[in-house]
Nanobody, 126 residues
């Protein structure tokens, strides 16, 4: 089971740290991505971290502001979000995928992920 948490209401320029905690599985075996979906919009990939190492991927819209990391001892993946903007308002979801590391042009394909957690809502007020 995956559970995302850490969302909330924050002002423009503020920060939040989202967590994706797992039970019953070891996250260090999986590639993990954060997606988000704003009202009336399609779900989009935000960030991705591989089980095998290598540089994480980020959507252009969050580069330099968001950081994905994993704590294998806590079986948790984090998304540190800084300098938040109103357009970051969305439901945020974590998803996992087994197997090999995805190339940069594929990681945002939702169909490639095996399991999704429930989302956590982030609202950025101006």
């Amino acid at each position: 089971q995956l559970q995302a948490s850490g969302g909330g209401l924050v002002q423009v320029g503020g920060s939040l740290r989202l967590s994706c905690a797992a039970s019953g599985i070891r996250l260090d075996y999986y590639n993990i991505a954060w997606f988000r979906q704003a009202p009336g919009k399609e779900r989009e990939g935000v960030s991705y971290i591989s089980s095998s190492g290598g540089s994480p991927y980020y959507a252009d819209s969050v580069k330099g502001r968001f950081t994905i990391s994993r704590d294998n001892a806590r079986n948790t993946v984090y998304l540190q979000m800084n300098s938040l903007k109103p357009e970051d308002t969305a439901g945020y979801y974590c998803a996992i995928r087994g197997g090999y590391r995805l190339i940069s042009s594929r990681w945002t394909d939702e169909k490639l992920y095996d399991y999704w957690g429930q989302g956590t809502l982030v609202t950025v007020s101006s």
